[in-house]
């Protein structure tokens, strides 16, 4: 049985549960409101959020029960329209760039990039301020990032290469739980796309978990069956086409393409000759990208995606080194460094 319909009075945008929205819905919202109506959306099914501002707006709303911190349980509560309205707006707020975590009001003071304050006179609240058209540049006070680790397999393609000791989905799921310790100690947010090691994910819900977050970038982790041995990044380096679904968007292959380079190089820095560096190459170069154009988790991802293949399983020395818990950590710290460097990268160049 359905729930009767909660009141769609103060509600920002109701219409988003009952129909498609379109551009023209949106078209003139601020960064702010986009991000609210785009939250209304889970808070109607009581999700607790974890930004204060976001928990204070809808505290006030009569009709909201705050029920669980579970986003992927809320989203598989969601009508197909609503999540279909969830995706839409934020794919048009990260086109616009449009993509706002604060109130206006509370985005002052501004800390430029030299550390210097410097603050922005305010303007008279009675004088409604029309949203600026692109985001500013230099980036003021960017939020702290958050990352999306995809520990791979299971999925359709499989549960993953093996070796004698040890399996690509035990280690994979190892050193994405390594990397969240990691980064979260520094105030980042890590999503996983998975809870537990052998929850079977298809790598389109994989992009999927990416794209909700809103990740700055997404890893994904596997170990190689071929290649010889040592450590490979790949990146999309074009569309590709997957379920009758382009992509990924050409400011997507841009910011991979960039993101990649650095991370791969920094990672490869880190690891310090554990491992052979197998270079850093595009989907296609894969047996999936070769078909596809992109592998399928880059062709459903709307944020910068990458994949590691870790080491070459079968490989002895790869496996010794991969099986112990220092080469984990190694590789966990290795992975961590590539992240940082390629998010400050992209920061600095005001992306
Ligand atoms: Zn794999």
Excluded at 142 to 148: H, M, Y
Excluded at 271 to 288: E, P, V
Aim: hydrophobic letters at 35%.
């Amino acid at each position: 049985m359905e729930k009767p319909a909660k009141t769609a009075k103060d509600e920002l945008f109701p219409e988003s549960r009952t129909r498609n929205l379109t551009e023209a819905d949106l078209k003139g919202k601020s960064a702010w409101e986009l991000t609210l109506i785009r939250n209304e959306i889970y808070a109607r099914h009581g999700y607790v959020f974890k930004r204060a501002e976001l928990a204070n707006h809808f505290k006030k709303r009569p009709w909201y029960k705050p029920v669980t911190g579970d986003q992927e349980r809320v989203w598989r509560q969601m009508s197909e329209t609503e999540r279909r309205n969830v995706e839409f707006i934020q794919e048009y707020q990260n086109r616009t760039g449009l993509r706002s975590l604060r109130p206006p009001s509370l985005m002052l003071p501004v800390q430029i990039a030299s550390a210097s304050l410097r603050f922005v006179p305010r303007t008279p609240s009675s004088q409604k301020q029309p949203e600026p058209p692109a985001p500013p540049a230099p980036p003021v006070r960017r939020k702290q990032p958050v990352i999306c680790i995809d520990p791979g397999h299971p999925s359709e393609v499989g549960i993953g290469t093996r070796g004698r000791k040890v399996t690509e989905v035990g280690i994979a799921w190892e050193v994405a739980l390594k990397i969240k310790k990691i980064l979260e100690k520094e105030g980042w947010t890590v999503v996983l796309t998975k809870s537990r090691e052998r929850e079977y994910v298809k790598n389109r819900d994989r992009a999927m978990v990416a794209n909700r977050a809103n990740a700055d970038l997404m890893v994904r982790l596997h170990c190689d069956s071929t290649g010889g041995s040592g450590t490979a990044t790949f990146y999309p380096d074009r569309q590709g086409r997957k379920q009758g679904v382009r992509g990924p968007q050409q400011d997507v292959i841009d910011r991979s393409r960039e993101m990649a380079t650095v991370f791969h190089k920094t990672m490869m820095r880190s690891l310090k000759g554990s491992l052979r560096d197998r270079g850093l190459h595009a989907d296609i170069k894969t047996l999936i990208g070769s078909r596809q154009g992109a592998l399928t988790g880059s062709i459903f991802s709307r944020v910068p995606v990458l994949l590691v293949e870790m080491c070459v399983l079968p490989y002895p020395s790869d496996e010794a080194f991969i099986a112990s818990e220092a080469g984990q950590m190694k590789m966990a710290n290795a992975i961590a460094d590539g992240i940082r460097a390629a998010i400050r990268r992209t920061s600095a160049s005001g992306k």
